[in-house]
C-alpha cells in the first residue's frame, strides 16, 4: 500500500513537470489521455483560484488568508475584494518574480515586519482599503507604484520610503493623517517620483521637502489654510497643483514664480479673499479654477500682464463663480490675454 501510494506521487510529479506551464480551458474537460492518472493534477494553482501567464487570480473568494500552492514564477498576484485581516512572515516566500500585488480591499490590520522582503522585483503595490495603522515596514526598493489610500494611517514617519528611489506614483489619500501629518523630508528619497496625491486627509500644510521631480501634487479636500512660497520652493517640475477644498485664505506673494512649469492650480472651495499673485507673468499657467471662495475684487491686472498679446501661454479654464465679487464689476479687460472666452466661467454669486 505504502509503495504503491509513492509510486503514484512520482508519476503525478513527473505528469505535473511535462505539461506545458500554460493550461488552456478545456483540455482537462473530456478525453483525458491514455496512461495520465486519474487523479486531477495539472500546473500548482491554489483551490478556486485562476492561473493563467504567470497572472494568479483570487479575487472575490472570501479569503481569509493568503493561499498556498501560488506558483513561484508568478509576476502579479490579485487577491483583491476578499477578508484577509493579516499578511504573515511567509506568506509570499518564494514570489521572488512578483512584480504586482493587488491587496485592495480586505480586512488587513497588520503586515508582518519581513513579509515583503522576498519579493525583490515588486513594482506595484495596491493596498487601499484595508485598515493598516501604518506603512508597511520594509517596502521593496523596486516598488514604482504605492497605492494605500481609505486606510487607517495617522502618521507618515521621516523612515517609511527610505531609499524608494524608483517610486512614481504616490496614493496616500483618505487617510486619518492628523496636523502635519507627515514628518519633514518623508519624501526626500523619493528621487523619481512625479505623482502624489494626498486627498481627503485633513492635513494641516502642505507636506515639506517635496521632491523636484513632482509634476503632479494632488492635496485637495484638507484642511490646509495657507499657502507659502516655500512649501513649493524647487518644484519646477509641477504642472498640475489641486488644492481645492481647504481652508486657503492665503496664497504667498512668490509662490507661483517658485513652479515655473505650473498649468493646473486648483483652488476652487477655499477662503481666498483675493487672485493669487503671479499669474501675469506666469509663462505656462492654463487652468486657474477659483470658485467658491470670499473673492470680493478682481483687478485688471491679476490675470493678464500690460498691453495685449504678451502672453505666452492661453488660458483655457479660469472659474470665478460663486465668489462675492458681482460679474458685472469686473471688467472685461481684465480678460485681455485669453483668446477663448468660452473658457472664463464668471457667473454669479449664489450664497448657499
Ligand atoms: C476629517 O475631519 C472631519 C471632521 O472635520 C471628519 O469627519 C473626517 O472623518 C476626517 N477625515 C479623515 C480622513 O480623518
Ligand atoms: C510681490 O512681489 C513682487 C516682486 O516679487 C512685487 O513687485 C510686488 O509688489 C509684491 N506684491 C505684494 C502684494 O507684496
Given at each position: 500500500?505504502?509503495?504503491?501510494?509513492?509510486?503514484?506521487?512520482?508519476?503525478?510529479?513527473?505528469?505535473?513537470?511535462?505539461?506545458?506551464?500554460v493550461r488552456l480551458p478545456g483540455l482537462h474537460d473530456g478525453g483525458r489521455e491514455p496512461?495520465?492518472?486519474?487523479?486531477?493534477?495539472?500546473?500548482?494553482?491554489?483551490?478556486?483560484?485562476?492561473?493563467?501567464?504567470?497572472?494568479?487570480?483570487?479575487?472575490?473568494?472570501?479569503?481569509?488568508?493568503?493561499?498556498?500552492d501560488i506558483p513561484d514564477d508568478t509576476t502579479l498576484l490579485d487577491l483583491q475584494n476578499?477578508?484577509?485581516?493579516?499578511?504573515?512572515?511567509?506568506?509570499?516566500?518564494?514570489?521572488?518574480?512578483?512584480?504586482?500585488?493587488?491587496?485592495?480591499?480586505?480586512?488587513?490590520?497588520?503586515?508582518?515586519?519581513?513579509?515583503?522582503?522576498?519579493?525583490?522585483?515588486?513594482?506595484?503595490?495596491?493596498?487601499?482599503?484595508?485598515?493598516?495603522?501604518?506603512?508597511?515596514?520594509?517596502?521593496?526598493?523596486?516598488?514604482?507604484?504605492?497605492?494605500?489610500?481609505?486606510?487607517?494611517?495617522?502618521?507618515?514617519?521621516?523612515?517609511?520610503?527610505?531609499?524608494?528611489?524608483?517610486?512614481?506614483?504616490?496614493?496616500?489619500?483618505?487617510?486619518?493623517?492628523?496636523?502635519?501629518?507627515?514628518?519633514?523630508?518623508?519624501?526626500?528619497?523619493?528621487?523619481?517620483?512625479?505623482?502624489?496625491?494626498?486627498?481627503?486627509?485633513?492635513?494641516?500644510?502642505?507636506?515639506k521637502g517635496l521632491p523636484s521631480s513632482l509634476s503632479e501634487l494632488h492635496l485637495d479636500?484638507?484642511?490646509?489654510?495657507?499657502?507659502?512660497?516655500?512649501?513649493?520652493?524647487?518644484?519646477?517640475?509641477?504642472?498640475?497643483?489641486?488644492?481645492?477644498?481647504?481652508?486657503?485664505?492665503?496664497?504667498?506673494?512668490?509662490?507661483?514664480?517658485?513652479?515655473?512649469?505650473?498649468?493646473?492650480?486648483?483652488?476652487?472651495?477655499?477662503?481666498?479673499?483675493?487672485?493669487?499673485?503671479?499669474?501675469?507673468?506666469?509663462?505656462?499657467?492654463?487652468?486657474?479654477?477659483?470658485?467658491?471662495?470670499?473673492?470680493?475684487?478682481?483687478?485688471?491686472?491679476?490675470?493678464?500682464?500690460?498691453?495685449?498679446?504678451?502672453?505666452?501661454?492661453?488660458?483655457?479654464?479660469?472659474?470665478?463663480?460663486?465668489?462675492?465679487?458681482?460679474?458685472?464689476?469686473?471688467?472685461?479687460?481684465?480678460?485681455?490675454?485669453?483668446?477663448?472666452?468660452?473658457?472664463?466661467?464668471?457667473?454669479?454669486?449664489?450664497?448657499?
Amino acid at each position: 500500500m505504502r509503495s504503491a501510494c509513492l509510486s503514484l506521487l512520482l508519476v503525478t510529479a513527473c505528469w505535473a513537470i511535462a505539461l506545458p506551464p500554460v493550461r488552456l480551458p478545456g483540455l482537462h474537460d473530456g478525453g483525458r489521455e491514455p496512461g495520465a492518472p486519474s487523479m486531477p493534477t495539472g500546473p500548482k494553482c491554489p483551490f478556486r483560484c485562476q492561473c493563467h501567464l504567470r497572472v494568479v487570480q483570487c479575487s472575490d473568494l472570501g479569503l481569509k488568508n493568503v493561499p498556498e500552492d501560488i506558483p513561484d514564477d508568478t509576476t502579479l498576484l490579485d487577491l483583491q475584494n476578499n477578508k484577509i485581516t493579516e499578511i504573515k512572515e511567509n506568506d509570499f516566500k518564494n514570489l521572488k518574480g512578483l512584480h504586482a500585488l493587488i491587496l485592495v480591499n480586505n480586512k488587513i490590520t497588520t503586515i508582518h515586519a519581513k513579509a515583503l522582503n522576498p519579493l525583490t522585483k515588486l513594482q506595484r503595490l495596491y493596498l487601499s482599503k484595508n485598515l493598516l495603522k501604518d506603512v508597511p515596514a520594509n517596502m521593496p526598493k523596486s516598488l514604482q507604484e504605492l497605492r494605500i489610500h481609505e486606510n487607517e494611517i495617522t502618521k507618515i514617519k521621516k523612515s517609511s520610503f527610505q531609499g524608494m528611489s524608483h517610486v512614481i506614483v504616490m496614493e496616500l489619500g483618505s487617510n486619518p493623517l492628523k496636523g502635519a501629518g507627515l514628518e519633514a523630508g518623508a519624501f526626500g528619497d523619493l528621487k523619481k517620483v512625479s505623482y502624489i496625491r494626498i486627498a481627503d486627509t485633513n492635513i494641516t500644510e502642505i507636506p515639506k521637502g517635496l521632491p523636484s521631480s513632482l509634476s503632479e501634487l494632488h492635496l485637495d479636500g484638507n484642511k490646509i489654510t495657507k499657502v507659502t512660497a516655500d512649501s513649493l520652493k524647487g518644484l519646477k517640475n509641477l504642472a498640475k497643483l489641486g488644492l481645492s477644498y481647504n481652508d486657503i485664505s492665503s496664497v504667498e506673494n512668490g509662490t507661483l514664480g517658485n513652479v515655473p512649469h505650473l498649468r493646473e492650480l486648483h483652488m476652487d472651495n477655499n477662503a481666498l479673499t483675493s487672485v493669487p499673485s503671479g499669474l501675469p507673468e506666469h509663462k505656462y499657467i492654463q487652468v486657474v479654477y477659483l470658485h467658491a471662495n470670499k473673492i470680493a475684487a478682481v483687478g485688471t491686472e491679476d490675470f493678464c500682464p500690460p498691453g495685449f498679446n504678451t502672453k505666452k501661454a492661453m488660458y483655457s479654464g479660469i472659474s470665478l463663480f460663486s465668489n462675492p465679487v458681482p460679474y458685472w464689476e469686473v471688467q472685461p479687460i481684465t480678460f485681455r490675454c485669453v483668446f477663448d472666452r468660452s473658457a472664463i466661467q464668471l457667473g454669479n454669486y449664489r450664497k448657499k
